[in-house]
């Protein structure tokens, strides 16, 4: 399978925990980036890289977010001192300068 | 008023119809536009992409873009059950997509 994959699918924590997510995009793509979707709504624009470098963050992205993108390779989202607002599904897609953007299957974090 | 407005439906067919559906938009700076399916609790699955004002075609799905009346159109010919999904349009002006809130479809047989 060549497309976008992301781990873990489901994330259950508890609030003020922290967790991680990780993205891997389709190999030939130099562009990744991070939304999240909550029940009913579209997905919201948090972040964009081109490589390594993060080029755009959404005011979505709070204090307690950070996305990381270290070899312009894979990506990792992590979220601190996690809230009850903070469940949604978080999803990563790629795309080249010529392609529409692919998405990933998603992790769906519960915060209890 | 959101930038990108779209009917939440339900929007039920019989199998074989041909579907419409459609989105509106503000902003005249968006320059590409998209058409997502999303499974529950899936992940879109990019169906359409464009640039341009006019159609395009590939296999039952046709995209269509008025880009002066801000409205665009995915066209579904021959639905079947499986195409019973929320579709999402999705319209950038650079690297970031503003979505709409989606249209879920079911295609009885």
């Known amino acids: 399978d060549t497309g976008v994959s992301q781990n873990p699918r489901h994330k259950i924590t508890k609030r003020g925990q922290n967790v991680t997510f990780r993205c891997d995009p389709i190999?030939?793509?130099?562009?990744l980036y991070w939304y999240r979707q909550t029940l009913g709504q579209g997905p919201e624009f948090l972040t964009y890289?081109?490589?390594?470098?993060?080029?755009?963050k959404s005011r979505l992205l709070s204090d307690r977010f950070s996305a990381e993108r270290p070899k312009g390779s894979f990506s990792t989202l992590e979220i601190q001192r996690t809230e009850q607002g903070d469940s949604a599904m978080y999803l990563c897609?790629?795309?080249?300068?010529?392609?529409?953007?692919?998405f990933g299957p998603g992790t769906r974090l519960t915060v209890t | 008023q959101k930038e990108v407005e779209q009917d939440p439906g339900p929007l039920s067919v019989p199998e074989g119809a041909i579907v419409s559906l459609n989105c509106t938009y503000s902003?005249?700076?968006?320059?590409?536009f998209m058409w997502y399916r999303q499974y529950s609790r899936k992940g879109p699955e990019l169906l359409m992409y464009?640039?341009?004002?006019g159609n395009k075609e590939d296999g039952r799905f046709t995209a269509q873009v008025d880009k002066s009346s801000k409205y665009i159109s995915l066209f579904i010919r021959d639905s079947q059950p499986s195409d019973s999904a929320t579709y999402l349009c999705?319209?950038?002006?650079?690297?970031?997509?503003?979505f709409g809130g989606g249209t879920r479809l079911l295609v009885k047989p």
């Open positions: 190999s030939e793509h130099n562009r």
């Open positions: 999705a319209i950038a002006a650079g690297n970031k997509l503003t």
């Open positions: 902003n005249s700076a968006f320059q590409y």
């Open positions: 897609a790629s795309s080249s300068v010529t392609s529409g953007q692919y």
């Open positions: 464009t640039y341009s004002s």
């Open positions: 890289f081109q490589n390594e470098a993060q080029l755009e």
